[in-house]
């Protein structure tokens, strides 16, 4: 048991920052300003990294990976959570421009001169295309008729112009800067025209609020409905979804994952273990008391699992030693907005006033209803990764202290192809195996070395996957 008085640790959260920080070392220089923290286990399984397929389709398994939102672990890592393109719709769903009471109050004093003209243009619009119902006003994010018509349908009929900037040159004959306006609504321009020449000393009001709408409408459009045209991407289960970038290319990431020079090993120390539970130190850390079958897990064939304890039953220590080799860096993030080509679908500067204006009296981008179940601070639930640090799975080592290997040999053979698990999840899933390497005695009774050695990747090459060290995160509503 551990020593008296000394403290104990949570021993997955203590691996979790050990592989960080040697993945750190062994990066070296190539990490830049990436601060990674650890991916834990099991909350996503192996990185996909062959993200084409032979048609130049992504990955679909590989962007299942990287649409996620990142949200804190229990052991000091992150998890990853619902979809990221989802959450990402729905928070820009509830994103409206409102005006601060001091702006509000500026309007209000040009429309109490514009009343009869504003009432005037929504009249006509309403004559040739119908009342505006409140659901046009929720899908355009609008409060009012006027508003519809001015931040909204002016920025669709701006087509190439758009986002649509007015000025004081260009409200007297609109005609030039909406070439997409259809010849239905051509009755509209004097109406239209008339009220913003009551508006003059609040146009930059008015333009906000229109490139607000412009950039929402456009940012939800290329988020639920991607296109090629909008610059979403096709992936290899025949559909279409809001793209990811990836820098290094997939012959870059293969060639380094075998790159064994590239290494750094994780050492744990076990001792007092029993048929239930084991103390667990890692590289030289203090210890921790975990159960034995949340530790390391051997599988065979049909089935058959072993703990450490039932490998070798005579023994009362034994040190296990991880070795991961081609370790590298792979950057990505989802494709940003671009104004100019309204391609892209994911711009995190609306969501971020949002947050930061939350309950302040400006004019800018608020959420509303506010979503309370999202904590859009660094280190909150809100994330998503824009770089990974893996490798190939490990070599493990178990080095047993006493006793003989002929209890191991009765039962792992060698040669055979095993399934390993670390703190109760298989490295690797379904699709990776491992070798049984030669048992070496050190001696009689003096206990015995067992190696496992990761087998090449099996299954189809959009299956096969990379070892999962850490990541960066981005808080796209934080500061």
Not at 96 to 115: C, H, P, Q, V
Request: a negative charge; aromatic letters at 10%.
């Amino acid at each position: 048991m551990p020593v008296a008085d000394a403290p104990t640790i949570d021993v997955l959260s203590t691996f979790y920052q050990t592989i960080v920080k040697q993945a750190q070392k062994a990066l070296g220089g190539a990490l830049g300003n990436i601060q990674p923290v650890p991916i834990e286990i099991a909350s996503q399984g192996g990185f996909p990294y062959n993200y084409l397929d032979e048609n130049t389709n992504f990955n679909y398994n590989t962007w299942l990976f990287l649409n996620s939102v990142m949200r804190a672990g229990e052991h000091g890592g992150v998890v990853f959570g619902e979809p990221l393109s989802n959450a990402y719709l729905a928070l820009i769903t509830a994103l409206s421009y409102k005006y601060s009471t001091a702006d509000e109050t500026t309007l209000k004093e040009n429309l109490i001169r514009s009343g009869e003209d504003a009432t005037k243009v929504v009249q006509v619009y309403e004559q040739k295309y119908g009342e505006i119902t409140d659901a046009q006003l929720k899908a355009a994010g609008q409060d009012t008729k006027l508003d519809y018509i001015i931040a909204y349908k002016l920025q669709q009929w701006a087509g190439k112009n758009a986002p649509l900037e007015l000025t004081n040159d260009n409200i007297a004959d609109l005609t030039d800067v909406l070439p997409a306006l259809p010849l239905s609504a051509q009755p509209l321009l004097d109406p239209i025209s008339t009220y913003l020449g009551d508006l003059v000393g609040v146009l930059g009001l008015l333009n906000s609020r229109g490139f607000a709408s412009y950039l929402l409408t456009h940012l939800k459009e290329n988020t639920l409905k991607p296109t090629t045209g909008n610059g979403g991407k096709s992936t290899s289960n025949h559909e279409m979804h809001v793209a990811f970038t990836i820098k290094e290319e997939m012959e870059r990431i293969a060639t380094a994952l075998k790159n064994t020079a590239n290494q750094f090993t994780v050492t744990f120390h076990v001792s007092d273990y029993t048929e239930s539970s084991m103390t667990v130190s890692v590289s030289g850390s203090g210890s921790g008391v975990i159960p034995i079958g949340d530790f390391l897990g051997i599988s065979v064939g049909g089935g058959a699992s072993y703990d450490m304890h039932s490998l070798n039953t005579h023994g009362d220590a034994l040190d296990v030693t991880l070795t991961y080799t081609g370790v590298n860096l792979v950057n990505f993030g989802p494709v940003l907005y671009q104004v100019d080509s309204k391609t892209g679908w994911f711009d995190p500067q609306p969501l971020r006033e949002a947050v930061a204006d939350h309950q302040k009296d400006v004019s800018g981008f608020q959420l509303s209803p506010w979503p309370s179940t999202y904590d859009f601070g660094q280190g909150g639930n809100f994330g998503y990764l824009n770089a990974l640090i893996i490798s190939a799975y490990p070599t493990v080592k178990i080095s047993y202290a006493n006793g003989s290997s002929s209890d191991y040999e009765s039962m792992i053979k060698e040669n055979a192809s095993v399934g390993v698990s670390l703190f109760g999840i298989r490295l690797g899933g379904v699709q990776q195996s491992f070798s049984q390497g030669k048992v070496e005695q050190h001696g009689k009774g003096e206990g015995f070395d067992v190696t496992l050695a990761p087998n090449p990747p099996s299954g189809t090459t959009l299956n096969q996957t990379a070892y999962v060290i850490g990541g960066s995160v981005a808080y796209p509503g934080a500061a």
